[in-house]
């Protein structure tokens, strides 16, 4: 599962997470957590960011990862680059639900199976998923 958690928080970079060109070393170069949570708030990263979270997520605790993922989500500029304001509601409903699936994992608290999060991200979605096929109708 943390492969896949890994992947999905990589992909959803924004599309400046390319190589950064003749950037400075960094002080937090060894901590994979501080790569992450450098990597959501700028959308910068690079092959050594990469390896080195991959390996974390890999070889860390699951709650220490869970952990790093939280933080990093939080520090996230979720509102930088060009976007599409409809969809706000559904992006913040969506990082309340990986929150709250995170905050479990770190603490080690099985899911009760119901999730309030999911609904919330279903009705935030549902107006801006309508608007969005209305748009590719015309």
Do not use: C, Y
């Amino acid at each position: 599962m943390w492969q896949a958690l890994v992947v999905m928080m990589m992909m959803a970079a924004p599309p400046a997470g390319h190589a950064a060109e003749g950037r400075t070393a960094r002080a937090d170069a060894g901590d994979p957590a501080r790569r992450l949570a450098q990597a959501m708030r700028t959308g910068t990263f690079d092959a050594a960011d990469a390896a080195s979270i991959v390996g974390w997520v890999l070889n860390e605790r699951e709650e220490k990862v869970a952990e790093g993922f939280l933080e990093a989500l939080r520090t996230a500029d979720l509102n930088g680059g060009k976007r599409d304001a409809r969809w706000d509601p559904t992006a913040r409903a969506m990082v309340r639900l990986f929150e709250r699936a995170l905050s479990d994992a770190a603490a080690h608290r099985p899911s009760t199976g119901e999730w309030s999060e999911v609904e919330d991200l279903l009705k935030a979605a549902a107006p801006a998923l309508a608007a969005a096929l209305r748009d590719g109708k015309r």
